[in-house]
């Protein structure tokens, strides 16, 4: 796949919320993020930006409209099958980490590697190490989830987010709950990741932070208002 081709696709999205009463929340979104890119996305509290991260992520596949990951159209897709894509090339990182707390800092990071099985224990657990230093959190590694920091409880967060390598790393807020520092730090974490070609889209209130991103897409009320750039949909 060369530069130029999209890792993620969205097509006419459109999803409705049945309960308590139908509400349109995504009124026909379209956006693409390349190879390479660090797109942001920008919005009022309530247009629509968690909703349209669960359906990039296949998370929630109750919509209507076009999904491609990679090339391939994954709308529709069986549930086994998209549970496999997302493990192999999605990374998202939550607002709140959803670590699991009784288990190690190192053990959280292993899991989706463990899960997609290709490499030995050991194996998933040196790149785990690795993700870790480059986090600047390999020292916490033995520590139990819930024993580290609000700041560093992030940044393990997208150690297990890289651990399979994704096409793409989804993040919702991953700076909402940080203090500044530790803003800057997961800030710094991206535009590191972004500088090595990973690809990144990452929902953000912070103006400061979109600025240092390559594009802000921008939504109001279920719909990409401005995508930052001209983009040929
Ligand atoms: N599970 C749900 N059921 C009903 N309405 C929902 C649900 N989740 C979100 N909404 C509504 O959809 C709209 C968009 O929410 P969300 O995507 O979380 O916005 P944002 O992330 O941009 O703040 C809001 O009006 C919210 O109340
Ligand atoms: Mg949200």
């Excluded at 980490?97 to 899991?111: C, D, G, K, Q, S």
């Excluded at 700041?151 to 790393?169: C, H, M, S, T, Y």
């Excluded at 912070?206 to 001209?230: P, Q, S, Y």
Aim: a negative charge; aromatic letters at 6%.
């Amino acid at each position: 796949m060369s530069n130029g081709d999209p890792v993620i696709e969205a097509r006419g999205i459109v999803k409705w919320f049945r309960d308590p009463v139908d509400t349109q929340v995504l009124k026909g979104v379209d956006l693409k993020v390349m190879r390479g890119e660090f797109a942001s996305v920008m919005g009022k509290s309530g247009c629509g930006k968690s909703t349209l991260l669960y359906i990039l992520s296949t998370m929630d596949t109750d919509y209507s409209g076009e999904l491609l990951l990679d090339g391939e159209r994954i709308t529709g897709a069986p549930h086994e099958h998209l549970s496999r894509l997302r493990n192999e090339k999605i990374g998202f990182v939550f607002q709140f980490h959803y670590l699991i707390p009784e288990f190690t800092v190192l053990r959280n990071v292993m899991l989706p590697g463990l899960k997609r099985g290709l490499l030995t224990e050991r194996e998933v657990e040196e790149r785990a190490m690795t993700h870790l230093r480059t986090m600047g959190v390999d020292h916490q590694a033995q520590k139990r989830a819930n024993q580290v920091s609000g700041g560093e409880k992030q940044r393990v967060a997208i150690a297990r987010a890289l651990i399979n390598e994704p096409l793409i790393l989804m993040c919702d807020e991953p700076t909402g709950n940080l203090d500044s520092r530790n803003s800057d730090i997961v800030l710094g974490i991206f535009k590191g990741l972004s500088a090595k070609g990973q690809s990144l889209l990452v929902v953000t209130h912070d103006e400061d932070f979109a600025l240092n991103t390559d594009r802000t897409i921008v939504m109001d009320d279920g719909r990409v208002v401005d995508h930052g750039k001209e983009m040929s949909v």
